[in-house]
Nanobody
Framework: VQLQASGGGLVQAGGSLRISCAAS????????MDWYRQAPGKQHELVAG??????TNYADSVKGRFTISRDDTWVIGLQMNSLKPEDTAIYSC???????????????WGQGTLVTVSS
């Protein structure tokens, strides 16, 4: 399973940006997909997640500003509004997927995309 994140870039504080993550490979089902981020000198942080049923969850720090969505069968998006300098980080996606050679779902990670918010 490969995960490709895209859409990162530089935006001013208060602006918006949308990033996407596309999964590919021999995937039977995607149980859930999540966005994580890591800022310099900070812990890896769960930002938002979406289950196969469409249930979503968000970190308190982004509630009301970020929206996760399933754009296609294997593609998720993260709409980020009212961005703050503290949102600056590398955003990576994780997928819990079932593949033909395994009876249990496993986690797979993508490389991430850089989001920089200037003040």
């Amino acid at each position: 399973v490969q995960l490709q994140a895209s859409g990162g870039g530089l935006v001013q504080a208060g602006g918006s940006l949308r990033i996407s993550c596309a999964a590919s490979g021999s995937i039977l089902t995607l149980e859930r997909m999540d966005w994580y981020r890591q800022a310099p000198g900070k812990q890896h942080e769960l930002v938002a997640g979406i289950s196969s049923r469409g249930d979503t969850n968000y970190a308190d720090s982004v509630k009301g500003r970020f929206t996760i969505s399933r754009d296609d069968t294997w593609v998720i998006g993260l709409q980020m509004n009212s961005l703050k300098p503290e949102d600056t980080a590398i955003y990576s996606c994780k997928a819990m997927a079932r593949i033909p050679s395994s009876s249990l779902p496993r986690n797979y990670w993508g490389q991430g995309t850089l989001v920089t918010v200037s003040s």
